[in-house]
């Protein structure tokens, strides 16, 4: 069986990532329709040897597609998202518009694929893929959330320039290549810098940034009670996020039991031998699908409490690779438009 696949915001940095996955994955695609606004019109994308054309979003092309990836911003996704459902696609949508939404699944296939499902085994029509800072620190979470119980997160992140885009990579370049652009994309210059700002503030004082991985870890982990407190940073760095972060147990744990137990995790790297100076770094991680975890080490003060280092490519399992992830859930139970 194979289906019609249809990539919302294919020009941009995340829809041609997904396509590379779906043809890495060798995803069981019948026909790949790129779609983007009008001024990518014109342009052509390659799949498995074959060139497809560019076209503008509408309700006919979503007749015949059986998967929609959308990732072309949060407005594109609430104007075209329930069109594109209702007329049959199921949609995977990278923005933020539906993640927080109590009727759509928010998922991450490692912590809670079930969710993309009712209870009769009929998917969502529209799928939430969540924040790439979210994914990466909830993969990592849960395994130790369902063995010790997490009462407090405290995290810092480190965030690639790609998380903003095209436009976030080429402002890096300009300004490396000593360019002084009239307003800067990262609000301050990023080359050779750290910014402390990612997204919009809130009237809390935190970005956005920070309250989806407050907010959204919260729904993937079906709980509540864990709270979250983060630091959200941008950092000159061109692929990758990086966070560290203090986990803080209801329950005690032994170290290396918290070792094995990422070990054998699915889509998780343990690297973590400090004395070969052997981490997870952004420069490594760059092109994986995993998420990279070392630095593991009991909090020097309290004993339910470790802190850790994390890192995955955002561009990857942040924000393609989980959104292909799902769609691979879902094939197996879709009968294929074209097929049917
Ligand atoms: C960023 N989290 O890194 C965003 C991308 N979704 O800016």
Redesign the pocket.
Known sequence: QKYTVAVLGATGLVGRTMIQVLEERNFPVSELIPLASPKSIGQKVSFQGKEFPVQVPSAEIFQKVDIALFSAGGSVSQEWGPIAAANGAIVIDNSSAFRMDEQIPLVVPEVNGEAIFDENGKPASIIANP???TIQMVVVLKPLHDRYKIHRVVVSTY??VT??GKK?LEALEEEISGKKPENYTHVHPIAFNVVPH??VFLDNDYTK?EMKMVNETRKILNDQNIKVSPTTVRVPVYGG?AEAINIEFENEFEIQEVKDILSNTPGVIVKDKPGENVYPMPIESYGRDEVFVGRIRPDYWHKHSLNLWCVAD?LRKG?ATNAVQIAQLLVDKLTPKAIA
């Open positions: 924040n790439c800072s965030q690639s998380g903003k976030g990612i997204d940034e996020h955002n924000a």
